[in-house]
């Protein structure tokens, strides 16, 4: 088993968690949290400093994983993974046993399929991102990096989504349709034109 540390102790941490244990591949140190003190316990496991320590905790694992949701603040996720990658973490793609990943589709480094969730053929989606628990992503389908496809949300054939943006849970797609960088689509939104870059509503 590799040594891994996980960054981010709130809820989605858990299901991220739970994802790693079933796959049996690696050892979780601990947590990084910035909220959290030191010493903290989610789930089993203790929070073990916070981003001013990586450096440090760097030298226990090259393994690190982001476990930060991304709902409120859509370059969050994109300044961890910057900063992970600029301490020389390495950061593993993770895909629950639960889900369906085609072996035609692409996935980039600290991406997470999670539970129930459907990958197609022809697919691409980039580093650093979440496709959340039951959550569809069809054929040919784009996913920028450091983006968030939501729980239950469906990305039908051919569309795209930009990198750093956020598709709420039980959200549509329409086929061919553009999303472009850094928007939000609430949820519940079902996408029928394309989305310019930095829109937050539709």
Known sequence: MQDIIIIGAGGHSRSVIDILESLNEYKILGLVDNKLKLGAVVGEYKVIGSDLDLKQLQKSSKFAFIAIGQITNLFLRSEIYQNLKKLDFDLPILISPS????????????????????????????????????????????????????????????????????????????????????????????VYKNINDGEKTI
């Open 99 to 190: 889900a369906i990943v085609s072996d035609k589709s692409k996935i980039g480094e600290g991406t997470i399929v999670m539970n129930g969730a459907i990958v197609n053929a022809g697919a691409k989606i980039g580093s650093n991102c979440i496709i959340n628990t039951g959550a569809i992503v069809e054929h040919d389908v784009y996913i920028g990096d450091n983006t968030h496809i939501s729980t239950n949300s469906v990305i039908n054939g051919n569309a795209s989504v930009g990198k750093c943006s956020f598709i709420g849970s039980g959200s549509v797609i329409r086929n061919d349709i553009s999303v472009g960088d850094e928007c939000i689509v609430p949820m519940g939104s079902v």
